[in-house]
């Protein structure tokens, strides 16, 4: 082993060390903890109206803090085709960047 691959050995050995060592800082764990309690209201919203409200008399007073019960099908069905419209676009963007890269090095 050559002396530059020795020390980009020990650089990687003392930057794993110090990821293992420092834990979570006081911000990630705030941003943590503020996306699984919006993460938890979104799923009990949505569990309430979808699941629960179907069941409850339709002159009962909850019904008037949720959309039309249509609605919770096709928001999901939107969020989803807009998601898996943006994770396509940018897989086949990256493909065509490596693509010409490539041709790029062969030429």
Same mark, same amino acid.
């Given at each position: @082993?050559g002396?530059? =691959? =020795?020390?980009? =050995?020990?650089?990687l050995d003392?930057?794993a060390q110090q990821?293992?060592?420092? $834990?979570? &800082?006081? =911000?990630?764990?705030v941003?943590?903890?503020? /996306? /699984?309690? !919006? &993460?938890?209201?979104?799923?009990?919203?949505?569990?309430?109206?979808a699941?629960? @409200? $179907? !069941?409850?008399?339709e002159?009962?007073f909850?019904?008037?803090? %949720?959309p #039309? #019960?249509?609605y919770?099908? #096709?928001? $999901?069905?939107? /969020?989803?085709? %807009?998601?898996?419209?943006?994770i /396509?676009?940018?897989? &086949?963007m990256?493909?065509i960047k490596s693509?010409?890269?490539?041709?790029?090095k &062969?030429?």
């Amino acid at each position: @082993m050559g002396r530059e =691959q =020795q020390c980009q =050995q020990e650089t990687l050995d003392i930057y794993a060390q110090q990821l293992l060592n420092n $834990p979570a &800082s006081g =911000q990630d764990k705030v941003v943590g903890a503020s /996306l /699984l309690t !919006f &993460s938890t209201i979104v799923f009990v919203y949505y569990t309430l109206w979808a699941i629960v @409200m $179907p !069941f409850v008399d339709e002159s009962y007073f909850l019904h008037d803090y %949720f959309p #039309r #019960r249509e609605y919770a099908i #096709r928001i $999901p069905c939107v /969020l989803l085709v %807009f998601g898996l419209t943006v994770i /396509l676009t940018f897989l &086949s963007m990256v493909m065509i960047k490596s693509k010409k890269k490539v041709e790029k090095k &062969s030429a």
